[in-house]
């Protein structure tokens, strides 16, 4: 009796555990399903944002140096991003900008000093035109920097407010080699720059009753752009030879006098204005804000000089002379030249002077 029973509690037990067993497997399954599935891809980490290298080239002319220098410590302090800066200078200028920036706050600036040879601009330029052989350095970029495929083109007197990058970043049209900012965009186009012909138009730099100028079909009538701001596609600028076009506007110059007596701008733009007529993209004109030295009075108001990415003071009156216009707001990026070759002249130094 005792046997028996002991068997029917074993079949008890034995049974109980198999539904145990199954209520587990149960269990486990409905847990496998809802609390731990499977999953088939990891969220991306957000990826850490790349900061681009950018390169700007600049000219750096002796008597004009200063310009230079604060154009490049207002870029270098107004980005995260590295700039490679490549210096386009002459024999006579080399020592003299490396002493400024190694001995001042610029010592660690990543720079370049380029030299130019003006044997490349001989039969290209009258030789009765007083003019800077590195006024020219912009149309032989590709020669200049052949590992770079774009790049910023600076003149030296300019000070950038906004993250270079932005410029940099400037979208260039498929078959274009450059962006320029126009000189009918909405910012330029409201002030009249006196007694410098059609300021913002192709009729400013052409002489139109040349034939060669006729055939072009450049309508007068074309606005025209600024050349000391720009950025450049050097690959599709090799591709299209545009060095050897300007060179080509350069010569017959020479032979026929095409380009405009009052011309409304450097004699480096009507050549520009050609190679590039209808092909080429634009800048934001923010980027471009110029002729703030076409004369000594305030032409925009100081709000919206704070506001602009990029300051040029195009003209007569630079920022380092005696008469200019916002100077102060040049000042702020100026670096003491310490070897002293280099000084602003202001008014109140003359006057101290003359004491």
Not at 309 to 333: C, M, Q
Request: proline content about 4%; glycine content about 6%.
């Amino acid at each position: 009796m005792t046997c028996r029973k002991a068997v029917v509690f074993l079949l008890i037990l034995h049974h109980n555990l198999l539904g145990l067993s199954d209520i587990l497997k149960r269990q486990s399954s409905d847990v496998s399903l809802v609390g731990f599935q499977r999953i088939d891809f990891l969220p991306e980490a957000p990826e850490e944002k790349k900061l681009v290298e950018v390169p700007v080239v600049i000219t750096a002319v002796e008597n004009r140096l200063g310009g230079a220098i604060a154009a490049i410590n207002s870029i270098s302090s107004n980005t995260q991003s590295t700039v490679t800066f490549y210096i386009v200078t002459m024999n006579d200028t080399k020592e003299h900008l490396r002493t400024w920036i190694s001995e001042s706050k610029l010592k660690n600036v990543k720079y370049k000093i380029l030299d130019f040879d003006p044997q490349v601009l001989e039969g290209k330029i009258r030789a009765d035109e007083r003019v800077k052989p590195l006024t020219f350095a912009r149309f032989y970029l590709p020669d200049l920097i052949p590992g770079v495929e774009k790049v910023i083109y600076l003149d030296d007197d300019v000070i950038v407010q906004g993250d270079i990058v932005e410029l940099y970043k400037t979208p260039i049209k498929v078959g274009h080699a450059a962006a320029f900012s126009e000189d009918c965009d909405s910012v330029t186009s409201k002030y009249l720059v006196r007694g410098a012909g059609s300021q913002y138009n192709y009729i400013g730099y052409f002489d139109y009753k040349k034939e060669t100028i006729r055939k072009l079909g450049m309508k007068a009538s074309t606005c025209s752009f600024n050349p000391g701001v720009f950025v450049a596609n050097l690959t599709e600028w090799r591709r299209q030879n545009i060095t050897r076009q300007l060179e080509k506007w350069m010569e017959l110059d020479v032979e026929e006098e095409l380009y405009s007596k009052t011309l409304a701008g450097s004699i480096t733009a009507p050549p520009l204005l050609i190679v590039f007529y209808k092909m080429h993209s634009s800048i934001d004109p923010m980027w471009h804000v110029r002729h703030l030295g076409s004369s000594t009075g305030k032409r925009y108001s100081f709000q919206f000089v704070n506001a602009a990415r990029l300051l040029h003071w195009n003209g007569h009156f630079k920022p380092w002379g005696r008469a200019a216009s916002y100077s102060e707001i040049w000042e702020k990026w100026y670096v003491p030249d310490p070897t002293g070759k280099f000084s602003i002249i202001r008014r109140h130094t003359e006057a101290e002077r003359e004491k």
